[in-house]
């Protein structure tokens, strides 16, 4: 847990309880080392060694050059990084007899993810595996109100405003700075960013007192950490220069079976919370907090994804599968269990922890079979899940979900983790 998180006044700070002995062994690294070369060091960690090494993986369109990092946590379980949207490439992690996976939705190379994007592919924009920001999910009409102005913003999902508005806009598409990190007990990537003020702004621009795009310049970190128990970490840390919104997710699609192995309908999942967000047509939340039970949407004991996918309801249909915000069960503002999935095939175990409200749970419902993943097979409509935790959306346009909104001299945290673990027979 990095120190600058402690002894910070804000709405959203978030006072992180570790609350279990998996939680208590993942905490990121402190210790910098040197960047910018092959090979960062490493720790010593139970019987491996864990490191972070880096690669040349081309140029981003903007012309720099970007990397792909290999965190290896010396345990069997590596994950791939790239500075390019600070996209999560492949979490590679054993089954119950250990052979190992990568149960990550992705390409093999840059111009996969340089080209994933909506105007370009009948699937869409996917953001497999990527930081989303400065506002993960849908803004309705492209437009809010903060402090008595209303910002206008690029509409790039129909009506909606959907990951931070235009690609050329959205987090995904930009390349961080990067700093390896070792620890006694983990290894880290920082990524930093710097979102100028008016980015995704509406074209063309709205007359004033409009404002036009995101206001105030937003600087972002976020550091991926793998530790010894086989958990990805992503700590988030803000700050910005005027008031603005702020949502961050990680958009990674999992597949326990491994990616390109065919559908999830089979493994199970728990969602941790009583509630969620029933959406229009435009897949904005209709204003209610609803109970799950009785409902497709109750996944409080786990059920396999697959289960009522088909049942016909309405919200299923709306949004061609689940795409649907959960209100997480929780107690305090600090890490709480969101969801747990399970593969009975390969045993692998994913349990998601974060600090954030909920968790959007989307059943890869635009993947068309006309996108070639990492491994060389087509993605289709349910090969992958996504666990994005996260604010409601439409938080800047609905007073009744909890507050996005980011103030100058204010500190947005966020904690989410990704823990892989296996169960089962052996
Ligand atoms: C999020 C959205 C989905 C879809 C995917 C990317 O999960 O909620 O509707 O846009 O991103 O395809």
Known sequence: MHASFLNRKSRRVLVLVLASTAILAAGAASASAGHGHHGFGHGRVGHGSASITSQPWGTAPDGTSVNLYTL??????????????GIVQSINVPDRHGQVANVALGFSNLAGYVSDDY???????????????????????????????????????????????????????????????????????????????????RVPPMAPPAGN??????????????????????????TTDAPT?????????FNLAGEGSGGVQGQDLMINADSYTPVNANLIPEGGIVPVAGTPFDFRTAKPIGRDINSGNTQLVLAHGFDHNWVLN?????????????????????????????????SGNF?????????????????????????????????????????????FNSTTIYQFSTAGRH
């Open 213 to 238: 795009g995101f206001p105030g310049t937003v600087t972002a970190k976020v550091v991926y950490t793998l530790t010894q128990d086989d958990a990805l970490r992503m700590d988030y840390t803000a």
């Open 330 to 362: 929780r107690s305090g503002s600090g890490l709480s269990l969101a969801a747990r999935a399970y593969d009975p095939a390969s045993g692998r175990v994913l349990t998601t922890w974060t600090t954030e409200p909920g968790v959007q749970f989307y």
């Open 367 to 411: 993947l068309q079979g006309d996108l070639v993943g990492t491994s060389g097979h087509t993605y289709r409509q349910t090969d992958g899940f996504t666990l994005e935790t996260q604010h409601y959306p439409d938080s800047p346009n609905q007073l009744n979900f909890p507050s996005t909104e980011l103030d100058a001299g204010q500190h």
């Open 245 to 253: 919104v702020i949502n961050l997710t990680n958009h990674t699609y």
């Open 119 to 201: 105007t370009t592919t009948a699937s869409g924009e996917t953001y497999f595996g990527a930081i989303i920001g400065r506002y993960a999910n849908r803004i309705a009409n492209g437009s809010f109100t903060l402090n008595g102005v209303t910002y206008y913003l690029n509409q790039n999902n129909g009506t909606n405003t959907l990951h931070g508005g235009a690609p050329v806009s959205q987090w995904n598409t930009k390349v961080w700075a990067a700093t390896p990190i070792s620890g006694r007990h983990s290894v880290s990537l920082e990524l930093t960013y710097t979102d100028p003020a008016g980015t995704a702004a």
């Open 72 to 85: 290896n946590n010396g345990r069997g379980m590596t994950v791939t990084i790239t500075n390019f949207g």
